[in-house]
Each structure stands twice: as C-alpha cells, then as structure tokens.
C-alpha cells in the first residue's frame, strides 16, 4: 500500500501562482512514477503534469505547457511539487495526486490516462476571474 498526501491548494486570483505538494509513505520501494491530475464538475479526470522516479521525463497536458512545474523534492523520490503559474480560471478543478508502482519507471511514465495504481483525497484549486 501506497499512502499519498497532498496538501498546497486554495484560492487564487487569475495570474496568481500556487504550488502543490504529494508526499508518498508506505510500501515506496520501487521505482515508481508520480502525477498529478484533475477533475472540474461534469468533466473527466485528465493528466495535468506526470513525472518518473528519477525525475529526468516528464509529460504535460498541452492546457499547461509553459505554466506548471512538474518536479521531486527529495532524494529518496517520495515527494514532488507541481508549481503552477498564470493561473486560468479554467484551472479550477480538485487535482489528485497520483502513483504507479506496478512496472518500472526510472526513465518512463505510465500512458497519460487514470491508470494509476494509488490516489490521494484530492485538494480544491480555484481560480477567481
């Protein structure tokens, strides 16, 4: 069992910035990927921003590209950022926090769709226009 903890969302003007945190404790002994995704009222879950366990590849929806910072914070590879910038509205959504361990992925991530094997609660980001 993985565990997974966000914390960093929160309320922001339109150009504000925010950054998310993922802490994951637990069974993190392999070489896990980690992503973010998020999910607005009457939408699907979509990729946001997905990293792999050495933190070289990373993957981003074409929304965020130049806006939002994928990155590990730690050298034990169990917790990752998503600093977001020139927030939109259109950002507004509950971003989870995500983790594949089934397979290796030091220099791979998993297909970008909710095929991840672990989840956090979530955490609101809403952008005021």
């Known amino acids: 069992q993985v565990r997974l903890v966000e914390s960093g969302g929160g309320l922001v003007q339109a150009g504000g910035s925010l950054r998310l945190s993922c802490a994951a404790s637990g069974r993190t002994f392999s070489r896990f990927a980690m992503g973010w995704f998020r999910q607005a009222p009457g939408k699907e879950r979509e990729l946001v921003a997905a990293?792999?366990?050495?933190?070289?590849?990373?993957?981003y929806a074409d929304s965020v590209k130049g806006r939002f910072t994928i990155s590990k914070v730690n050298n034990k590879n169990t917790m990752m950022n998503l600093q977001m910038n020139s927030l939109k509205h259109e950002d507004t959504a509950v971003y989870y926090c995500?983790?594949?361990?089934?397979?290796?992925?030091?220099?791979?991530?998993?297909?970008?769709?909710?095929?991840?094997?672990?989840w956090g609660q979530g955490t609101q980001v809403t952008v005021s226009s």
């Open positions: 990293i792999s366990w050495g933190g070289s590849v990373t993957r």
């Open positions: 995500a983790a594949k361990t089934s397979g290796d992925y030091y220099y791979t991530l998993p297909p970008p769709s909710p095929v991840y094997d672990y």
